[in-house]
């Protein structure tokens, strides 16, 4: 957290989930949540933007593209049962041989940009599921 602070990057402590959340990437419309989990091994960034449904089918199209588009993002869709569809958004940094303050901040940074030009695509592409906007019943077609 000391170099998440040197590096100016917004965040604050979650208490029911333990992660970093950052501040900056969660105010942006569409973003569920977005995280650093500190592990033994390794860190590991996670973001979550809520889809519309209705574009579920073009976003599992996409993915192949989205992915080479951003090679240092994981991205894949997480559909939960009651819950809209969910792109997930992730990061992993090896950390078990060591790793100093300046090559952490560039690798969050990177991290956090790349997500916020991913989130800014899927927004263009009309993907998002926005807070102002109602929410449209599901209906599978057979």
């Not at 590991?44 to 240092?72: F, G, H, K, Q, W």
């Not at 090896?94 to 690798?107: P, S, V």
């Not at 929410?135 to 077609?141: G, I, L, N, S, T």
Request: charged share 20%; proline share 4%.
């Amino acid at each position: 957290m000391r170099w998440l602070n040197a590096g100016y990057i917004e965040h604050y402590v979650c208490e029911n989930c333990h992660g970093i959340h950052f501040s900056e990437l969660q105010a942006l419309d569409g973003m569920l949540e977005s995280r650093l989990f500190v592990e033994h091994e390794g860190s590991i960034l996670t973001s979550e933007i809520e889809v519309r449904p209705t574009a579920l089918l073009a976003i599992m199209a996409d993915l192949t593209r989205l992915n080479m588009n951003y090679p240092s993002l994981k991205i894949f869709v997480d559909i939960v049962d009651d819950n809209l569809p969910r792109l997930i958004v992730a990061d992993y940094l090896h950390t078990q041989a060591g790793i100093d303050q300046a090559q952490f901040l560039w690798i969050v940074q990177h991290a956090l940009i790349a997500t916020q030009q991913l989130l800014l695509e899927i927004a263009e592409l009309g993907f998002l599921m926005l807070e102002d906007e109602p929410e449209k019943p599901f209906v599978a077609v057979h």
